[in-house]
C-alpha cells in the first residue's frame, strides 16, 4: 500500500510541475506569450504597418568581400539593407557606432541573437540571406564589417556614409 501511494504522489508531484512550466511559458492553460526575452516594446512593427523603404541596399557577399562595399545614405531616410550570402559559409554584417531605430530584422539569429536595440547587425548561414530596415538621424563614416574569426582581416569591410 505504501509503495502505491508514493507512485501516485510521485505521478502528481510531476504532472504539476508540467503544468507549472506551461503556465510559466504562456503554453496551454498559461494563457500568455512566449516572449523569449525580448521586450515587447522593443518588438519592431509588423511589415504591414512599416513605411516604404527610401533607399534599397542589396548588398552580395562574395569571396570576403560585400559589394557594394560603399554604401550612402542620408539621416532621417528609411534604408532596407537586402543581405545575400553567395558563399558556402557563414558571414554577418556589423556596424560600429552607429545607433539606429531598426524597424525590422527578417535574420537576427547566430551571431547577433543577443544583439543590442539600437545596433545594425545581421547574420546569414551559408548561402542565406538577411534583412533589416532602419532609420538613423546620426551622421558620419562609419565601418561596416563582418565578425567571424578572420573575415574582417581577410578584407571582408565597407564603409556607410550617413550625411
Known amino acids: ?31 500568455g506569450a512566449v516572449s523569449h526575452g525580448m521586450d515587447p516594446a522593443m518588438t519592431p512593427p509588423s511589415a504591414a504597418s512599416l513605411p516604404p523603404a527610401d533607399v534599397v541596399v542589396d ?9 557594394p562595399s560603399t554604401i550612402a545614405v542620408r539621416a532621417g531616410q528609411t534604408v532596407q539593407i537586402n543581405m545575400r550570402n553567395m558563399d558556402g559559409m557563414e558571414h554577418d554584417f556589423q556596424v560600429d557606432g552607429l545607433r539606429v531605430m531598426k524597424m525590422s530584422d527578417a535574420q537576427m539569429s547566430g551571431h547577433h541573437a543577443g544583439a543590442s536595440a539600437g545596433m545594425l547587425a545581421m547574420h ?17 563614416t562609419f565601418e561596416f564589417y563582418c565578425t567571424i574569426a578572420g573575415h574582417r582581416s581577410g578584407g571582408m569591410t565597407g564603409t556607410l556614409t550617413v550625411s
Not at 12 to 31: K, N, R
Not at 62 to 67: E, G, I, K, S, T
Open 1 to 31: 500500500m505504501v509503495r502505491k501511494t508514493r507512485c501516485w504522489l510521485a505521478a502528481v508531484a510531476g504532472l504539476a510541475a508540467v503544468v507549472a512550466v506551461s503556465a510559466a511559458c504562456g503554453g496551454p492553460g498559461g494563457g
Open 59 to 67: 548588398l552580395a557577399i562574395q569571396n570576403l568581400r560585400y559589394a
Open 124 to 140: 546569414t548561414v551559408a548561402n542565406g540571406s538577411a534583412s533589416a530596415t532602419f532609420r538613423t538621424d546620426q551622421t558620419g
